[in-house]
């Protein structure tokens, strides 16, 4: 019988103060382990975790990792790709600016951030954290881009 690869590296970081007002960003925990994307009982593992892909309408499968919030002319706040922000036509603005002030038009209609809400890390964040749709827009975008980090 062959031995599992030890742990390299197990690190734990609480903040305290954050953890008293029983928020979810208070503890993190990040493991490092050699060989254990070869080890059968552990690949299985891995493939049950959420998927951080999105399928969005007439787009190509994104991740919820190549997204970043837009702030929208009109005040709501939506995710927006990443690529936006270097792809323009010509000499003119980025996607990302003038999606500012037609995002519909940009987005084929679309709205990322929702999709991300119906995605399986949208839908653990809700058994996650109590009240997930309370929390301010921003707050969903970063704890869900956070969460597919991990």
């Keep these: 019988m062959g031995s599992l690869a030890k742990p390299t590296h197990l690190e734990i970081s609480i903040d305290e103060w954050q953890a008293a007002q029983e928020k979810v960003g ?19 593992v891995f493939d049950e975790l959420p998927s ?25 706040v939506e995710l927006a790709p990443k690529s936006w922000k270097s792809l323009r036509f010509g000499k003119g603005r980025p996607i990302y600016e003038l999606a500012r002030g037609d995002f519909e038009a940009w987005s084929g209609g679309c709205s990322f951030l929702n999709e991300a809400r119906l995605s399986e890390i949208g839908k653990l964040a809700r058994r996650l954290v109590p009240g997930f749709d309370d929390y301010p827009v921003k707050a969903q975008i970063d704890f869900m881009g956070r969460t597919a980090k991990r």
């Design 26 to 44: 208070a503890v993190n925990v990040r493991v490092s382990w050699r060989g254990a994307r070869n080890d059968p009982i552990l690949t299985a």
């Design 52 to 76: 951080s892909t999105l399928c969005v309408r007439s787009f190509p499968p994104t991740s919820i990792l190549e997204l970043v919030p837009i702030k929208l002319l009109d005040g709501r």
